[in-house]
Each structure stands twice: as structure tokens, then as C-alpha cells.
């Protein structure tokens, strides 16, 4: 038997802890909207959407008129070392018009980060560990939208969410003769694979008025963790179960009480949800806000949003946002930038602040 083979059988039996989840399981959330919206607070579930798509209700995705692709980029400054000075994952979203009103939609997005670590953790058989983790989820979208009429439209889709978090952990040992070498370092990969559910969507619109509505069924995936030595090429499985990422309920209203003006209002719901011996409570989001039509293709935009319960009980934010849209609406940009205050049964009173950009383009735009 060589020496890393001894090493690691030796290894797998005084190691042999179990998975140690973070936290925070999942991490910290996102609500899954784009630019245009974050300006407005969030509404989004009963606006028709010719050029960006919105994973809270597809069904306004029916209004392109022409083939097109859409970006969206966010950066942040909060007190949660999850999203402090960091990137989030690009939205990306594609939408082709066919025959009959269908249009064909693709997305892609994260929706939740964790970036935490715990030193001097007790861990069975004398030992003492440092972990780190580290990862997220990301979510997306293929689906269908069609309008059956001038004013309403149905959506049906499938929407997943799969992604991985890595947790890097050294083990010290509390002998000072110990039987195997004193420090073992391995990576525990808890790997989503992906789970699929059912989304449905509705919205109704007259050109001054929209309602809008859409359902997610629950979402089940399977989980499994891998565990890999720093002197092993190869890694173990060490634990395979199922997740669930509980369905969820958005409606939306809007108004047009002059024809430069819109203003509008959203909901959004979610159930309890388990990950990873973590719980996040159920709980809503409540979304007002309003943008301009200048003339001259720009659009102010402001909004408010309010949470209650979930993942940041209590929040409350304040945005804002501006939109420019190019001849003809072949392509056009949105930027928002949002302050959000919320208090930490720990910690007090926390914030932070997100600036979002969002890129759009038919395909006149882009030469087809």
C-alpha cells in the first residue's frame, strides 16, 4: 500500500466527521428582478415587458415584438460579508417571437451567496477545525409566453435552481502526540444538483391598466457532498439526500393616470424553507413605485420596498433609477441604485447598498 493510500484510510477513520453546514445555509438572497425594476421597488409582476424579462411572472415577456438579449450586472456595499464589495451573477436572458403571439424565453441568474468562516470548532475525536465556506445558488428559466388577445397573456415554464457551496476546513489536533500527522486540510463540496418546478404566469393589460399574477411550484433537486483530502486526487462522497426550494406567489398591479406616468405596486410570497440544517421563514415583500416617460427617451424611476419576514425581516429600502432607450427601441439601458436598512437580532442595525445596470438589444441592434 502506498503512502497517501495509508494516509488516507488512516485519515477516513479519525476524521470521520460529519458534513458541517454553514450557518447561513444557503446564504444571503436576492430577489430576482431586473434594473428597470430595483429602480421602481421591484415592481415588475403586472408591467408588459417588451425587451427584459422577469422570472416573477414570464407571462409579460409576451409584449416582444422582435428577437432580443438582455444583461444585467449588480454590485454591492453591505454589512453582509456575503455581497460586500462583490460582483453578484449576471442575469441573462434571451427572447425570440414566433408564429401565433409565442415568444420563447431563456434565463439565467444567482440568487443567493454565502462567503462566512467559524475557527476552534470541536469536532469529534479530539480534534479542532477551522472551515470556510463559500458558493451560492443560481437559478433559470426556458419557458413560453403567448398572448391569446390584445390584452392578456399566459405564460407556462420550467424554472430551476441548482449551484454548490464549498466549505475548506483544516483540522488541528488537541494531542501533543497525535497517532496520524497533526494537521489534515480537506474540502467539502455540498453540490445542488438541479431542481426543476412549474411556472405560471398571467397578465392582463389595457394599455392604462395591468394585473398580473404567477405561480412557482415547490422544487426538489438532489443534494450530495463530496469530500476531498488535500493529498488525494480524488474525491469521496460522503453524504447524498434531497433539497426542496419552496414555491412561490407574485402579483402586481399598474396604472396609467396619464399617459407619461405609471406607477404600480407588487407582491411577492414565499414559504418556509430548510437548507442545510438552516431555516428561513416564510414571509413577503412589498413593492410600490413609479416612472416617467420625459419624451425624449428617458424615464426617472423611483420606489419603495418593504419585507416582512424571509430573509431580511423587516427591510426596508428606498430606490431609484433612470432608463434610456435609443431610436426606435432597439436597444436601450437601466440604471438603479437601492439603500436597504434592516436590524440583526446580533448585530443591530445593518444596510447596504446595491447599484445595478441592465443592457438590452433587439435584433435590429444587433444586424439581423
Known sequence: MT????????????????????????GSEVLAINARSLGMGGISVGLPNSSDFTM????????????????????????????????????????????YGIVVTGALEGRSR???????????????????????LVEAYLGASVRTGDWLAVSLGGRSTFGNIMSDVELTSNDSVPPVPVNSVYRDDADFRMAWGATLGLLLHTGRFGLGFSVSTDRKGRLEVDRDFSFSDEADTLDASFYTIPGEISAGVSFRPLPELLVGA???TRKTMSIL?????????????????????????????????LWMDGARTMTAGLGYSFDDRTAGLDLAAAHT??????????????????????????GQ
Request: glycine share 14%; net charge negative; aromatic share 14%.
Open 114 to 136: 454565502i462567503e462566512t468562516s467559524l475557527e476552534g470548532i470541536d469536532v469529534p475525536g479530539g480534534y479542532t477545525g477551522d472551515y470556510t465556506w463559500s458558493g451560492g
Open 3 to 26: 503512502i497517501p493510500a495509508l494516509l488516507f484510510v488512516l485519515l477516513s477513520s479519525v476524521f470521520s466527521t460529519d458534513y458541517l453546514a454553514p450557518p447561513g445555509g444557503v
Open 341 to 366: 436598512r434592516w436590524d440583526d437580532p446580533l448585530d443591530g442595525e445593518l444596510s447596504e447598498t446595491v447599484f445595478s445596470v441592465s443592457l438590452w438589444a433587439s435584433e435590429r441592434w444587433l
Open 56 to 99: 416573477l411572472n414570464p407571462a409579460a415577456s409576451a409584449w416582444a415584438t422582435e428577437g432580443g438579449v438582455a444583461f444585467t450586472g449588480r454590485y454591492t456595499e453591505s454589512d453582509d460579508p456575503a455581497w460586500d464589495n462583490r460582483l453578484g451573477f449576471p442575469m441573462i436572458s434571451a427572447f425570440l417571437p414566433l408564429p
Open 277 to 309: 440544517g438552516s431555516r428561513t421563514e416564510e414571509g413577503s415583500v412589498y413593492s410600490v413605485g413609479a416612472e416617467y416617460g420625459t419624451g425624449d427617451g428617458l424615464r426617472p424611476r423611483l420606489g419603495y420596498s418593504w419585507m416582512d419576514g
Open 266 to 268: 407588487d407582491l411577492f
